[in-house]
């Protein structure tokens, strides 16, 4: 199993911008697929963005346009830039790593990080 860490959460009022990263315990272009989701209390996990190694990135449609995945191989670091930040962003945010034959929920996952946007 991909060991991940993330990190770069916090409180930012409206607007802000905040990066998260998520580290991995392998070379990170080595796995497949790698995702960002998040989880509000009470409600379902929603997948944020989605980037398949050597093809596309998705966004979901609340994000997209304001939410940028990039990778940092030297770091073995996935990151998630999140610009004009908005309150119905706050949730806690995993990063997930998997093969392409699995789904999320049977890769690997970080521990997450707690992401509150208010003023």
């Not at 398949?52 to 940092?72: H, L």
């Not at 930040?85 to 997930?96: I, M, S």
Request: aromatic content about 8%.
């Amino acid at each position: 199993q991909v060991q991940l860490v993330e990190s770069g959460g916090g409180l930012v009022p409206p607007g802000g911008s905040l990066r998260l990263s998520c580290t991995a315990s392998v070379n990170i272009f080595s796995i497949d697929v790698m995702g960002w989701y998040r989880r509000v209390p009470g409600k379902e996990r929603e997948l944020v963005a989605r980037s398949i190694t050597g093809g596309s990135t998705n966004y979901a449609a609340s994000v997209k346009g304001r939410f940028t995945v990039s990778r940092d191989a030297a770091k073995n670091t996935m990151y998630l830039q999140m610009n004009s930040l908005k309150p119905e962003d706050t949730a806690v945010y995993y990063c997930n790593a998997r093969p392409r034959d699995v789904t999320a929920d049977f890769g690997s996952w970080g521990q997450g990080t707690q992401v509150t946007v208010s003023s």
